[in-house]
């Protein structure tokens, strides 16, 4: 901004100190029209009415020197300039009164703070947004609108499972990944060496020989280390559902992927007989795939429930007739189940004596998320649930 430039006044007649005062008024308006932004606005500000070196003040020195006649003509002159001058150079003061931030700004400079400041309040929007960036912004253009996100098909299935359970008194619980050779294997009764462990195509972390094999680090291969983890935390009785992503050395195509989700449940309490199991999951597959589904049970092992099943339901295509979906047999293998074997409760009882096979019972179950899914929405490739493409994933939104 120019050095300071006070018109000279030759003496105080009122034509003088009317002219003095324009000139001064004209160039405040002259300064006042060329702020665009808060660094000019507080340029303006010190400039003017800056406690030292303001020109109010300096124009107020001058004035002092005027004899004792003229003083309230020039007084009066003085304090309407002051009044003009004093709020237009304060951002609060131009805040509190929009109609003198238009007055200010907006008219000679339009999409610059006034405007913003007098949209956005209009929009409920504070003021403060702007004084941080300090930018303009132009409020006129149309704004941007968010895509809104959509929960992913798997999600939403292990979702509905989950709530199915929550209905009948399950609590939820998750487990980490990354698990222990000891809760993926040892505790859910896999010994080393077992051939039980070569079905599930483990995916190991490398470089951990020097460890014992119990505390060896691989990618969980099912979602029944939590059942471990779950009553160690607490005595029975039990009732939980665990979601969960699990890893196996498997070729992909279009059945299979490296990358799968399964929900786990565990039930246990005195007395839960087989028929607790069956009655359970019986009306879990009703509530999921409707009231007309049948369920059947076959004999099936895993090491860590005894006696094992695997559950099959009635095709949901076909309705039990026979289909290429159920390979003409009318039936769909959907998961696996069993008694808790009383080992399992052995080797969580260091910690909580209270599973005491001779007092209490449980089953568990566990199901692949993404074949239900697959079933749900007719969706012919797994891959296409880890794809990320957009055009496959747009359909649930
Ligand atoms: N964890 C087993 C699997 O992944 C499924 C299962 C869970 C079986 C619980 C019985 C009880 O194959």
Redesign the pocket.
């Known amino acids: 901004m120019p050095k300071i430039d006070i018109p000279q006044l030759k003496d105080y007649s009122s034509s003088s100190l009317d002219g003095f005062f324009q000139s001064i008024k004209d160039l405040f308006e002259q300064e006042a029209a060329n702020v665009h932004t808060l660094d000019e606005l507080e340029n303006l500000r010190i400039r003017w009415i800056g406690r030292k070196q303001g020109l109010m003040n300096q124009i107020g020195d001058v004035l002092k020197r005027a004899p004792a006649e003229a003083r309230k003509d020039v007084g009066t002159r003085f304090n309407t300039l002051k009044a003009e001058v004093e709020p237009r150079c304060d951002l609060n003061a131009i805040r509190a009164s929009k109609s003198s931030v238009s007055k200010t700004f907006a008219t000679n400079a339009p999409g610059t703070i006034a405007v913003i400041s007098e949209g956005l309040a209009r929009v409920g929007i504070d003021y403060g947004v702007v004084e941080q960036t300090g930018q303009s912004i132009d409020i006129t253009l149309p704004g941007i609108r968010p895509t809104l996100g959509a929960e992913h098909p798997l999600i939403r299935t292990m979702q509905e499972i989950v709530r199915v359970f929550e209905h009948m008194g399950y609590s939820v619980g998750v487990g980490p990944e990354v698990e222990t050779d000891y809760y993926n294997f040892e505790a859910l009764n896999f010994p080393p060496n077992h051939p039980a462990r070569d079905t ?1 195509d483990t995916l190991v972390v490398a470089n951990q020989q020097h460890k014992p094999l119990r505390d060896r680090l691989l990618l969980r ?4 280390p939590v ?1 471990i983890r779950t009553m160690e935390r607490q005595p029975p009785p039990v009732r939980i559902v665990i979601p969960g992503k ?1 890893h196996r050395n498997d070729a992909a195509d279009a059945t299979h992927s490296p990358i799968f989700h ?1 929900v ?3 039930c246990v309490d005195e007395n839960i007989t087989f028929s607790d199991l069956k009655g359970t999951l019986d009306h879990a597959m009703k509530e999921l795939f409707g009231p007309n589904v049948r369920t059947r049970f076959f004999p099936s092992f ?1 090491p ?2 005894e006696p ?1 099943a695997d559950v099959q339901i009635s095709c949901i295509f076909c309705g039990g007739k026979g289909c290429r979906k159920c390979k003409h047999s009318g039936w769909i293998e959907l ?4 008694m808790v074997n009383p080992a399992v409760f052995d080797f969580v009882r260091g910690k909580q004596p209270a599973y005491d096979p001779k007092k209490i019972s449980g089953f ?4 692949g998320v993404d074949r239900i899914a697959m079933m749900k929405y007719g969706i012919s490739d797994i891959g296409l649930l880890y794809s990320g493409d957009m055009r496959f994933l747009e359909q649930f939104a």
């Open positions: 599930q291969t099912h979602t029944s059942q699990v399964q786990e449940g565990l895993f860590f429930t094992s998961l696996g189940c069993g568990a179950f566990g199901m």
